[in-house]
C-alpha cells in the first residue's frame, strides 16, 4: 500500500499517517497534546517526535491543560533533565504559558473545539490567529497542527492511498 513518503521509515509513523494523521481530533486535552508536540516539532523531524510521545505524555501530565498550566519553575527544571523528551527550555515555558491560554480559550468559548471551529475559513487566516494566540507558533507549525488535527485537509501525496485531488 502506498503512503506518504515521510510515514514509510517505521510502522509507528505508519500508524500515526494512516489512523490519526488528518482526522478530526477532539477534546481539550487532545487537541493540546496535538499543539504541543506541533510545537516541539518544529525544527525536528516528526519521526523524533512520535518515537517520544508516550514519555511527552508522562512528562506533562497526559496533556491534562489544568495541571500543566500550574507547572513551575521546579517543573521546568523536570523537564529540562528529562532526556525522554526534546529538552529545550523554550519550548517547555511556551507549552506551560499555551496550557494557560488554551485553559482561557476554554473558560472563553466552551472548550478548545468551540474556539478552533469558530476560526476563519480562510487557512491562512487561521494560520495567523493561531499564530497569534499561541506562543512559540508560527504559520508552519499553526499549518501542521491544523492538518494534523484535521482541520484542514492533510496534504497527502498523489501516490498516497488517502490522496484526494
Not at 489512523?19 to 487532545?30: D, I, L, T, V, Y
Not at 497526559?62 to 500543566?68: G, Y
Not at 491544523?146 to 492533510?154: D, K, M, Q, V, Y
Amino acid at each position: 500500500m502506498n503512503r506518504c513518503k515521510w510515514s514509510e521509515e517505521s510502522e509507528m509513523l505508519q500508524l500515526y499517517h494512516d489512523e490519526e494523521w488528518g482526522k478530526k481530533a477532539e477534546g481539550n486535552n487532545k487537541l493540546f497534546e496535538c499543539l504541543t508536540l506541533e510545537l516541539f516539532q518544529s525544527g525536528l523531524s516528526w519521526r523524533t517526535i512520535l518515537h517520544k510521545r508516550e514519555n511527552f505524555r508522562k512528562a506533562f501530565a497526559d496533556f491534562d491543560v489544568e495541571k500543566v498550566k500550574q507547572f513551575d519553575e521546579e517543573d521546568i527544571e523536570r523537564l529540562v533533565a528529562d532526556a525522554g523528551i526534546v529538552r529545550h527550555r523554550k519550548k517547555i515555558e511556551a507549552t506551560i504559558e499555551n496550557a494557560k491560554r488554551v485553559a482561557e480559550l476554554i473558560s472563553e468559548y466552551g472548550s478548545f473545539d468551540d474556539f478552533l471551529d469558530q476560526l476563519p475559513e480562510d487557512k491562512l487566516e487561521k494560520q495567523k490567529v493561531l499564530k497569534k494566540t499561541f506562543k512559540h507558533f508560527g504559520l508552519t507549525t499553526a499549518e501542521s497542527f491544523l492538518e494534523a488535527t484535521g482541520r484542514i485537509p492533510a496534504s497527502h501525496g498523489e501516490l498516497c492511498f488517502m490522496f484526494k485531488s
